[in-house]
């Protein structure tokens, strides 16, 4: 009887170890940059890319103040259940004056999965979804257009459970405010332009 407690004790303590240390690889694993979690290998991240640039790569100078300063054409894949609507940010980190935001494009419709070059300059685009205000400003994209040296443009995008529903020309801060709770999941194309 002393053997059989033993034995079934033995078995018990090997059964929390498997599960332990056995369980399924990437149970919790890291989203987008890390901020937003997801259960199962199921769900991908969500990934922005550019067929004008690579991640990390030159921005060419078309899309800058050098060139027609228009905006690149952008493509997202990934798209996390329950997405209601996509939030675009574009800003510089390194401008001398502190972050310049180039780009607020919110209320995306969440069946976009790309916007094409040269998103028209209007509160309300064709592409849809609400042009916010950049630090110039106005209402649409500015391009790259350092005053020295390289510099980092980070396009920004947000898949979100809502619409936001703000006039257009909200600044940034108060875009970032409203999704603040809602957001599914983000990801980051980062170019750089030098003049």
Not at 176 to 187: F, R, W
């Amino acid at each position: 009887m002393k053997f059989q407690g033993c034995y079934w004790i033995g078995a018990l303590v090997m059964l929390f170890a498997l599960a332990a240390c056995g369980g399924d690889d990437g149970d919790v694993g890291e989203v987008g940059n890390g901020e937003n979690e997801t259960k199962g290998d199921a769900t991908m991240a969500l990934e922005l890319t550019s067929s004008a640039f690579d991640h990390e790569g030159m921005i060419p100078a078309k899309y800058s103040c050098d060139g027609q300063d228009i905006s690149p054409p952008l493509i997202w894949e990934n798209v996390p259940e329950g997405t209601e609507s996509f939030v675009l940010i574009c800003d510089d980190p390194d401008a001398p004056v502190g972050t310049w935001v180039h780009w607020v494009l919110f209320d995306l419709p969440a069946e976009t999965r790309s916007l094409p070059e040269a998103v028209a300059a209007e509160p309300q685009p064709p592409v849809g979804g609400r042009h916010g205000k950049n630090s110039w400003g106005r209402l649409d994209y500015g391009g790259p257009c350092p005053p020295s040296g390289a510099h980092r443009y980070i396009f920004k995008l947000y898949a979100i459970d809502t619409t936001l529903n703000l006039s257009a020309g909200a600044k940034k801060q108060k875009v970032l405010d409203a999704m603040d709770g809602h957001i599914l999941d983000q990801t980051t194309l980062m170019g750089k332009y030098q003049r």
